[in-house]
Every structure is written in structure tokens, then in C-alpha cells.
């Protein structure tokens, strides 16, 4: 079931002075069982578009696509809860929405809500703990007691036990450590690759994004400027760059590369391929 | 005017900006946040802290700002010892600027703002327009003097905290991951702005951070693990082991990953900490062999 908009768009305070256009005539359509970054400047309307996608935001016009629903302005639609535990929206800093007195309650309240017996939602979440690299020894504490990090882990681990079959994270690896965030990344990768998950990611970081995304969308004031597969959006780093994007290191080292005079193939993506291919230059000239 | 504030040194044997004896913290008496650590920080230093999330970076940084009470050791700033009696001299050598911008407003005009620290300072009213004009240019929000810091970007709202930091003429400027709210642009803005106040002024700065290419511009790394002390030293030997990247959870730089795998293939680099180094060195490389 495709994830589609069509002629989207949002506007903030209609009618008032603050009145903004966030979203702006947006024709977009996610590609299923594929990891998408959604990247853009700040207010470039991210935000705003994949809050659209489990209807916490409604259109002001247009039509919103998600498995099989509408959205359109001003209605909610049918079955909203439904969607909702369809679509898990993970918010920046999501460790602010813990709230019970223990971890486990708390992963447990999702599915609970959704009508799941007592025993199954303990179940399905201790499965979504252990996912999120939280073993049994966190289960019976106060979620106050976690790290940040873990804390971060917990807040997911609560939307993967309503097991979504689409997942949109903003954010979510935002002031983590460079281990926390690759541990992040990769049960995101995880979740689609082997559980067929549509993941959407709203990220300013592009070594993830060109390690761990297929397709990227470029927002840019209020309208999806691009739409493309990762491989070809990092292949010519001008695209990043007239986009005022820093290309991730690997790219850049590449591209001074090739300015000093290095032969470097535009399908290098890996360090290992990139090193074979300086070293044989190297030494050619030897 | 302001000047007198900044008188340096220069040239007088350097003394330690931040010295830490067997410092040790505990939030609820049982675990220490922070356990035996010491490290000291020549003055004019650019030094990061390093770590996990929850290794206690941010700790040790609210203590030697002397917003934490310790529990044992000793913290020396500028010589002078962290206690009750010398917590005045102290604060008015130390500048800290936190993670979210949001919670360090109080004014309702950024010049409102920056005047805050002043007049707590009781700097005579005549001279505070002068003083909040030269720090508000140096951060680049002249234009922004009489504006309401809710609606700035959180980049321009962190650049107002530091140039009210700045107000108070601090010799030690501590960043407690200041960049990390920031989207690309508001992070490299602010990693500009502190270089230029360490390169131009050489302020000592502390800065707590992820970001592995500040890492490796710094002069000194301090990393900590589960409260401890691993190592501090210059980045080049932090990030050389291997096995203590992976224990503490540390990234290394791009062109040291690099480095590492053209070693497996004959090509050695002295140079890895930075890309435009490791670059310049392979042309080298390539003219001579």
C-alpha cells in the first residue's frame, strides 16, 4: 500500500498574522519496504510533512494516501487509531513521553491501548525491549533511572511493541554518542530488510544517510525538491552542495581526490574499495 | 572601556587553566557519576571531552563550572581552589553554555538578554550598550539586538547565549554539547565562532562533544567511561588504540579509517587526521615513488 501526496499542503495560523506555509503543493509518493531520509534545512517543512502521515497533522489542502486511507482537510478519518498503530511516529527526543513507573509498563501501555490482552502486550514488549538492546535487567525500573540513550532505546521500543508496519522517526538519533547511533541505525536497517518495515527517517546526517538510506527526499521550503535514490543523489556531491548539504566524508575525500588529479570511479562507496584504488595509483607512479 | 576585562599573560609560564585531583560525584550517594578523575587543562587550551552518553562528561563539566557540589578531590581554576568562599572569583572565570538552547533565556530582547549577566555584574549602565553591541558583532547577531529570542533558530538562540557568556568576560568557556539541538548550518556557525574565540582571544575552551571532527581539531581529549578517567592526551593518541575506540564508544575521523585500510595495502600516511592532510600527502606520495 503506497504512502502518497497529492497536492499537499499545510499552512500554520491561517488567518492570523503568524499565518506560515509549511507545506506547499507537495506531490510525493514513498517507495514501500524501502528506508527513506526526509533532509531539508530547518523549517524547510520535514516536520511538518511526516506528521501528515499518521494524520496527527491534516492537510489544508490536498490528499494524503496511507495504506488505504484518505486524509484530506478538515476530516479525520475513519479509523484513526487504526492507523495510528499502523504508522509509529517517533518524535525528536521521544524519551520526554515516558511516563509510567517502569520501563516494562511502559512499552507494555501501546499495545495494551490497542486492545491487546495484559499478557500479550508484556510479551510484545519485552520483545521490542530486547531489540532495542534493553535486556531484562531494565524491565522492572523507573524509566527516570535510564541514561539518555537508553531512555531514547525505551521510548522506541514502546512504538515497535505495536509492531507498525511503517515507521517514521524524526530525529532519532539526535545528541546520541557515535556508538548509540549506529546501534540505532542498524536495528532500523534491521527492521526493514528483515521485517519488511517502511522506514521514513528525518535526518541532517548524511554519513547515515548514505550508509544506511535507498531514496532520500530533499524538502526545501515547504516543497519536495527532489526525489531520488540515494546512490545517485551522493554520485555527484554538487547536488549537496548547491543544497548548502555537507557531503558525507567519504564523498569529500573523493572529490579532493579527484582535484588533485586521482582517477576515482563514481562507484566507490567503500572505504576498503576507495584505499585499493589510491594504493594502486600510488604505486603505479613508483 | 570593556578592555581591561581581557588582559593576558602572555608569555608568563602557563599555568593550569583547570586542574582536577581524584574528583569524584554522586547524584544519589550510591554510584559515582564521576569517580577519581584528574586532568588538567594548560591555559589557551582547546581541550573536548569525550565519552558515552551517561559517561559523566557533562558532570565533570557542571563541576569544575562549580554548579555541582563535589564529594571528594580537589578542582583548581587558575589556581584557585573550587570551595564555598572562592565560588565568586571562581564563577566569573568560568562561561558554561548548555545543550538546549531553549532553557537559557531570560530577557525579552536579545540585548535584554546579553544585559542580564551584566547587571548582575553591576557594570555601570553607560557602558553596557558599548559591551553588548562588540559581543552580539562578534557572534554575528548585531542585527538581531531587538529581537525576541523565542523566535530565533536554535543555532541563532545558542550564539546569544554565548555572546552573553561572552558579556562576563570569562577566561574558561565550557560548551556542554552546544551544538547538538543544531541543524548543519547552526553546528558549523557555532564551531566558527568558538575556534575564533580560542584562536583570536585564546580563551580555554572545554568542549563536550560527539562531533569527531572537533575531536580531532582539538588540542587535548579528555575521555571518560562509567564516570572514570581513560585517558588524556593529545587526539592523534587517543584515537590510536583500536581496542579503547570500541570500548568507550568513540568514532575515529574518516581519513583515519582510510588511513588504516591503505596500510593493508602498502600505503603508509602520517598524516590522518584530517582529510585535506591525508590528500596532500597521497599527491606527495604519488610524485616521489
Known amino acids: 500500500m503506497p504512502i502518497a501526496f497529492d497536492k499537499v499542503s499545510h499552512i500554520y495560523s491561517a488567518g492570523t498574522p503568524y499565518e506560515f506555509k509549511a507545506l506547499d503543493d507537495v506531490d510525493l509518493e514513498f517507495s514501500e519496504g524501502k528506508m527513506t531520509a526526509v533532509i531539508g534545512q530547518t523549517g524547510s517543512g520535514k516536520s511538518t510533512l511526516v506528521q501528515h502521515l499518521n494524520a496527527l497533522l491534516l492537510p489544508s489542502s490536498g490528499t494524503v494516501r496511507v495504506m488505504d486511507r484518505e486524509i484530506t482537510a478538515g476530516t479525520a478519518p475513519k479509523g484513526l487509531k487504526k492507523l495510528r498503530g499502523e504508522v509509529g511516529l517517533i518524535f525528536q527526543f521521544p524519551e520526554y513521553q515516558l511516563f509510567e513507573e517502569t520501563v516494562l509498563k511502559d512499552v507494555s501501555f501501546g499495545p495494551k491501548n490497542f486492545g491487546v490482552s495484559e499478557e500479550e502486550a508484556q510479551k510484545r514488549a519485552k520483545e521490542a525491549l530486547r531489540l532495542c538492546g534493553l535486556d531484562e535487567q531494565y524491565d522492572e525500573r523507573s524509566p527516570l533511572e535510564l541514561s539518555g540513550g537508553q531512555k531514547r532505546r525505551a521510548a522506541i521500543a514502546g512504538i515497535l511493541a505495536m509492531d507498525p508496519q511503517v515507521l517514521v522517526l524524526d530525529e532519532p538519533t539526535a545528541g546520541l554518542d557515535p556508538r548509540g547511533t549506529e546501534e540505532m541505525m542498524k536495528l532500523f536497517r534491521t527492521l526493514n530488510t528483515k521485517r519488511g518495515k517502511t522506514v521514513i527517517i528525518v535526518t541532517h546526517d548524511m554519513e547515515q544517510v548514505f550508509v544506511y538510506c535507498d531514496e532520500v527526499v530533499v524538502m526545501a521550503d515547504g516543497k519536495a525538491a527532489a526525489h531520488m535514490s540515494a546512490r545517485d543523489f551522493f554520485a555527484d556531491s554538487s547536488i549537496c552542495r548547491s543544497m548548502n548539504i555537507l557531503p558525507p566524508a567519504i564523498i569529500r575525500t573523493c572529490d579532493a581526490l579527484r582535484e588533485a588529479g586521482f582517477d576515482i570511479p563514481k562507484e566507490i562507496n567503500t572505504t576498503s574499495a576507495l584505499a585499493k584504488c589510491i594504493a594502486r595509483q600510488v604505486k603505479r607512479h613508483g | ?289
Open chain 2, 1 to 289: 572601556m570593556f578592555f581591561f576585562f581581557y588582559v593576558y599573560n602572555k608569555g608568563v609560564p602557563a599555568m593550569s587553566a583547570v586542574e582536577v585531583k581524584n574528583l569524584t560525584f554522586s547524584y544519589d550517594g550510591q554510584t559515582n557519576a564521576v569517580e577519581d578523575v584528574g586532568f588538567s587543562v594548560e591555559k589557551g587550551t582547546y581541550c573536548t571531552i569525550v565519552g558515552r552518553n551517561g559517561s559523566g562528561k557533562s558532570t565533570a563539566a557542571k563541576l569544575i563550572a562549580g554548579l555541582l557540589d563535589k564529594k571528594s578531590g580537589t578542582i583548581l581554576i587558575d589556581g584557585i581552589a573550587m570551595e564555598r568562599e572562592n565560588l565568586l572569583e571562581i564563577r566569573r572565570k568560568i562561561g558554561i553554555v548548555f545543550q538546549n538552547p531553549d532553557n537559557q533565556f531570560i530577557g525579552s530582547t536579545v540585548r535584554d538578554d546579553i544585559a542580564f549577566g551584566l547587571e548582575n555584574h553591576c557594570v555601570p549602565q553607560a557602558e553596557m550598550d558599548g559591551i553588548i553591541e562588540h559581543f552580539a558583532a562578534e557572534v554575528g547577531m548585531t542585527s538581531y539586538l531587538e529581537s525576541e529570542p523565542s523566535r530565533l533558530s536554535g543555532g541563532q538562540k545558542q550564539r546569544v547565549a554565548i555572546a552573553g557568556v561572552l558579556a562576563m568576560a570569562p577566561e574558561i568557556l565550557i560548551f556542554d554539547e552546544a551544538t547538538s539541538m543544531l541543524d548543519p548550518q547552526g553546528k558549523d556557525r557555532i564551531k566558527q565562532v568558538i575556534r575564533t574565540l580560542h584562536e583570536d582571544r585564546s580563551l580555554t575552551i572545554l568542549s563536550i562533544t560527539h562531533d569527531i571532527e572537533e575531536v580531532s581539531m582539538s588540542d587535548q581529549v579528555v575521555l571518560l567511561d562509567k564516570g572514570k578517567l581513560v585517558m588524556s592526551d593529545t587526539p592523534e593518541a587517543v584515537f590510536s588504540s583500536e581496542d579503547r575506540i570500541r570500548k568507550t564508544g568513540l568514532d575515529i575521523p574518516f581519513s583515519m579509517k582510510l588511513a588504516k585500510e591503505l596500510k593493508r595495502y602498502g600505503v603508509r600516511l602520517d598524516e590522518t587526521l584530517r582529510i585535506e592532510g591525508a590528500v596532500e600527502e597521497l599527491c606527495r606520495l604519488r610524485s616521489t615513488k
